[in-house]
C-alpha cells in the first residue's frame, strides 16, 4: 500500500510549504514592484484565477485519480504521454541539484547574523566566501568551509526523505511552517516600525497603470505563479497521488493559492519596509537599493540588518531562519516529485527509491559549493525555470484540453468537493492559460537564442543552459523507454487508506 497523507491538513501544510519558498521572500516583492507596484497586482490576481488554481485543481485531481507520481499518471492517462511526466520529473531533479546550493549558503548566514561577520562590505564578503570564480566553467575547486553546511543539510533533507510522506515530509511541514509564520511576522513588525518604511512600501505597491499595457507585465505575472506555486514540474503531480480518495481537491487548491499568495504578499510588505529603511539611511532612492534574489539575500539584507539601531543580532537569525525553513519545505517536495516517479513506476521499495534519487543529487550538487557553484545556479536556474518549467506546463495543459477529455476530470474534481467548477476551468486551461504560457516559452526561447544570458560567455550558456534542457529532454526519453515493473497496474488494485 502507498504511503498517504495522515490528514488533509498534513496534505495542506505540504503544500502550503512546497509552494512557500525562497521567491516567496526575495522573488515576488521585486517582480511586483518592477512591474507596475501595485497595478501589478490586477494582472498577478488574473494569473491566479486564470492559471494558478485551475492548474491546481488540475494537478491535485489528476494526482488523486491515477494515484502515481508524473510518469505513471500521465501513462495512466495515455501510455504516450509518460515522456511528459519524466520530463517535469527530471526538471524538477536538476532543481533539487542546486535549490540545495542555497540552502547550505542559508545556514552559513544564520550564523554569521550573530556577529555580523559580512562586516562593511557585504556584497566583497558574499563573492569570498562563495571562493566566485569568474566563469561557470572554472570551478577553482571545492570550497572547503562550505562542506560541513553542505553536509548537515543533506543529513537534514535525508533523514526526512526517508521516513516517507506521513512521518517524513509531513511532520517536518506541520513544524516549519509555524515557525516560519512567526520569523516573518518578526520581520514584518519590525521593518515597519523602522524609518524610511512607507517610502519602501510606496515603491513596492505604487501603482503604475501604463504598465498594464505592456506584454510583457502580463507574462510576468504568469511566470511568478509557476515559480511559485511548484506547478507544472511534477510536484502537486506526485503530493497529491497520496490523497484519501474523498479528498475535496477544489477547495485544497483554492486555500493552497490562497495562503501561498497571502504569504508573498505579507513578506514583501516587510522586505520592501527594510528596503525603505536601508535607502533613507544612505539618501537614495529605494529603486537603488531594492533587488530579488540572491543579491537581496546576501548583499543587500545584511547591509540593512547592520544598520538596524539595535537587535541587528536576532533579525538577521530571523530573516535567514525564514529562508531555512521555507527552503526545506521546498526542497523534499522537489526531491519527492523525483522519488515518487521511480517508486511508481519501478515498484521499489520507498527507501530505496529514495536512495536512487538522493545519491546522484547529492553528488551532482557538490558543483554548487565550487567556486564556480554561484555561476552555474544562475544559468541553470534561468533556463530551468524559462524554458523547461514553461515547457511542461504549457504541453501540460495542450494535452489534458486538446488531446485529452477535460470534462472526465471536471467531473473527478467535483465529486467530493463542497463546491463544484464550471466549466469555465475548461475555457481557462484551454485558451487564457495555453496561450500565454506559449508566448512566455516563445519569448523566453527568443531572448535566450538572440541576446544569451546576463554577462556570460557562449560557452557558459551552451553547457549550463541549453546543455541541462537537453540533458532533461535525453533523460526523459531514457526513463520512458525503461520498463517498469508494476508500474501501470490497474487502478482497482491499488487501495486507499482511509483518512478523515
Same mark, same amino acid.
Given at each position: 500500500?502507498?504511503?498517504?497523507?495522515?490528514?488533509?491538513?498534513?496534505?495542506?501544510?505540504?503544500?502550503?510549504?512546497?509552494?512557500?519558498?525562497?521567491?516567496?521572500?526575495?522573488?515576488f516583492p521585486y517582480v511586483a514592484a518592477t512591474n507596475g507596484g501595485g497595478a501589478f497586482l490586477l494582472p498577478y490576481f488574473f494569473a491566479i484565477i486564470t492559471a494558478g488554481i485551475p492548474i491546481l485543481i488540475l494537478e491535485y485531481t489528476m494526482g488523486k485519480t491515477y494515484r502515481g507520481g508524473a510518469p505513471v499518471t500521465?501513462?495512466?492517462?495515455?501510455?504516450?504521454?509518460? @515522456?511528459?511526466? @519524466?520530463?517535469?520529473?527530471?526538471?524538477?531533479?536538476?532543481?533539487?541539484?542546486?535549490?540545495?546550493?542555497?540552502?547550505? @549558503?542559508?545556514?552559513?548566514?544564520i550564523g554569521f547574523s550573530f556577529t555580523q561577520a559580512w562586516g562593511s562590505d557585504p556584497s566583497s564578503f558574499f563573492v569570498e566566501y562563495l571562493g566566485l570564480t569568474d566563469s561557470a566553467l572554472n570551478f577553482g575547486g571545492i570550497q572547503t568551509h562550505l562542506i560541513i553546511p553542505f553536509l548537515?543539510?543533506?543529513?537534514?533533507?535525508?533523514?526526512?526523505?526517508?521516513?516517507?510522506?506521513?512521518?517524513?515530509?509531513e511532520i517536518a511541514c506541520r513544524v516549519c511552517l509555524p515557525i516560519l509564520f512567526v520569523l516573518i511576522l518578526v520581520l514584518v513588525i519590525r521593518g515597519l516600525t523602522l524609518p524610511g518604511a512607507v517610502d519602501g512600501l510606496e515603491y513596492m505597491f505604487k501603482p503604475d497603470w501604463s504598465a498594464l499595457a505592456k506584454p510583457n507585465v502580463w507574462v510576468a505575472a504568469y511566470g511568478q505563479i509557476f515559480y511559485s506555486l511548484s506547478i507544472g514540474f511534477a510536484i502537486m503531480l506526485?503530493?497529491?497521488?497520496?490523497?484519501?480518495?474523498?479528498?475535496?481537491?477544489?477547495?485544497?487548491?483554492?486555500?493552497?493559492?490562497?495562503?501561498?499568495?497571502?504569504?508573498?504578499?505579507?513578506?514583501?510588505?516587510g522586505v520592501f519596509s527594510i528596503m525603505g529603511f536601508m535607502a533613507m539611511q544612505q539618501g537614495v532612492d529605494v529603486s537603488q537599493v531594492a533587488g530579488s534574489g540572491i543579491g537581496l539575500a546576501f548583499m543587500t539584507f545584511p547591509t540593512a540588518i547592520s544598520a538596524l539601531p539595535a537587535l541587528n543580532g536576532l533579525f538577521g537569525v530571523c530573516f535567514f531562519g525564514a529562508l531555512f525553513t521555507a527552503g526545506i519545505t521546498s526542497m523534499v517536495s522537489i526531491l519527492q516529485a523525483v522519488v515518487s516517479s521511480f517508486h511508481d513506476k519501478f515498484d521499489i521499495d520507498h527507501k530505496k527509491a529514495v536512495t536512487?534519487?538522493?545519491?546522484?543529487?547529492?553528488?551532482?550538487?557538490?558543483?554548487?559549493?565550487?567556486?564556480?557553484?554561484?555561476?552555474?545556479?544562475?544559468?541553470?536556474?534561468?533556463f530551468i525555470n524559462n524554458i523547461g518549467v514553461a515547457a511542461g506546463g504549457a504541453i501540460e495543459v495542450i494535452l489534458i484540453t486538446r488531446l485529452f477529455n477535460p470534462e472526465k476530470l471536471r467531473r473527478e474534481a467535483n465529486e467530493f468537493s463542497n463546491f463544484s467548477?464550471?466549466?469555465?476551468?475548461?475555457?481557462?486551461?484551454?485558451?487564457?492559460?495555453?496561450?500565454?504560457?506559449?508566448?512566455?516559452?516563445?519569448?523566453?526561447?527568443?531572448?535566450?537564442?538572440?541576446?544569451?544570458?546576463?554577462?556570460?560567455?557562449?560557452?557558459?550558456?551552451?553547457?549550463?543552459?541549453?546543455?541541462?534542457?537537453?540533458?532533461?529532454?535525453?533523460?526523459?526519453?531514457?526513463?520512458?523507454t525503461l520498463k517498469g515493473k508494476d508500474g501501470y497496474r490497474d487502478l482497482d488494485k491499488i487501495s486507499y487508506k482511509e483518512v478523515n
Open positions: 500500500m502507498r504511503d498517504q497523507w495522515n490528514s488533509k491538513v498534513g496534505f495542506l501544510l505540504a503544500a502550503i510549504g512546497s509552494a512557500v519558498g525562497l521567491g516567496n521572500i526575495w522573488r500521465w501513462a495512466r492517462i495515455n501510455r504516450r504521454f509518460e @515522456w511528459l511526466g @519524466w520530463f517535469q520529473a527530471m526538471v524538477a531533479f536538476v532543481i533539487g541539484i542546486y535549490y540545495f546550493a542555497i540552502i547550505v @549558503w542559508v545556514l552559513s548566514y548537515i543539510i543533506w543529513i537534514i533533507v535525508a533523514f526526512i526523505m526517508y521516513k516517507g510522506i506521513s512521518k517524513g515530509i506526485a503530493y497529491s497521488s497520496y490523497l484519501p480518495k474523498k479528498t475535496d481537491v477544489v477547495n485544497s487548491a483554492f486555500i493552497t493559492a490562497t495562503a501561498n499568495h497571502g504569504f508573498e504578499l505579507f513578506a514583501g510588505i536512487v534519487v538522493v545519491v546522484p543529487t547529492f553528488v551532482l550538487s557538490i558543483l554548487f559549493i565550487t567556486g564556480a557553484g554561484m555561476n552555474i545556479l544562475d544559468i541553470v536556474d534561468a467548477i464550471g466549466r469555465w476551468w475548461i475555457y481557462s486551461l484551454r485558451i487564457i492559460t495555453t496561450v500565454l504560457l506559449g508566448v512566455m516559452l516563445f519569448l523566453n526561447t527568443k531572448d535566450f537564442i538572440y541576446n544569451g544570458y546576463g554577462e556570460y560567455a557562449a560557452s557558459d550558456i551552451n553547457v549550463f543552459g541549453w546543455g541541462v534542457i537537453l540533458f532533461v529532454i535525453l533523460a526523459a526519453d531514457f526513463l520512458t
